[in-house]
């Protein structure tokens, strides 16, 4: 309930009322207002509550939780393109610098996890990763590949040639393959954090 005041303030600045026409309809005086969007009331009754979400016409849930909309909700990472963050409805989300191991990252990342029935190598069922949009190799390290009309998660490196390496979860040596112009690097894995399994 911390931050009620300014969301109130907020959403009938939102609602183009002043004070005056908000404490009408909600049944109270406009300092009563002034105080609520300060903070120097901090208990609303129920009833108010009720009255103030209808004058601001907005959902009793909205007025005490605010907009979910920033809220970081994983999207689900399919087998086949395109990839999940080109969803309209993709919500970005920050990474504190501690949690990207290496890398100081300032574009867009995604909170990534498989959606039902598929399966990765490096991100199992119920594993969640941030995941950026890339369209190139820049360092060793995980990354969303698009290859033959599928969506894989690999290791890349660069051997002693200097050709890039592509390597799955389970590789030894043997399991390695150069990347060839069939398949392109369409983001790159930042954090990974792996469901505990009992």
């Known amino acids: 309930m911390e931050a009620l005041g300014p969301r109130i303030k907020q959403l009938r600045q939102h609602a183009n009322l002043n004070k005056a ?18 903070g120097a009331i901090k208990q609303i009754g129920h009833e108010r509550l009720v009255a103030l979400a209808e004058a601001l016409q907005c959902p009793l849930s909205q007025l005490l939780e605010g907009d979910d909309t920033s809220r970081a909700t994983p999207l689900y990472l399919h087998g086949k393109p395109p990839a999940p963050w080109l969803a309209p409805s993709a919500n970005r989300i920050t990474l504190p610098a501690e949690l990207v191991a290496g890398d100081e990252w ?8 498989p959606a039902p029935g598929e399966r990765f190598d490096f991100l199992a069922p119920g594993d969640l990763a941030a995941i950026s949009p890339a369209d190139a190799f820049d360092r060793a390290g995980r990354y969303l590949i698009e290859d033959d009309r599928k969506l894989t998660i690999a290791y890349l490196e660069r051997n002693s040639q200097g ?36």
């Open 21 to 38: 026409a908000l404490a009408r309809k909600v049944g109270v005086s406009d300092v009563t207002i002034s105080y609520w969007e300060s």
């Open 106 to 113: 300032q574009d867009d990342c995604y909170l990534i996890t």
């Open 163 to 198: 050709e890039l390496q592509r390597h799955g979860e389970a590789a030894d040596e043997t399991g390695s393959s150069s990347m060839d112009g069939t398949q392109r690097v369409v983001g790159k894995v930042l954090a990974r954090w792996r469901r505990e399994r009992l």
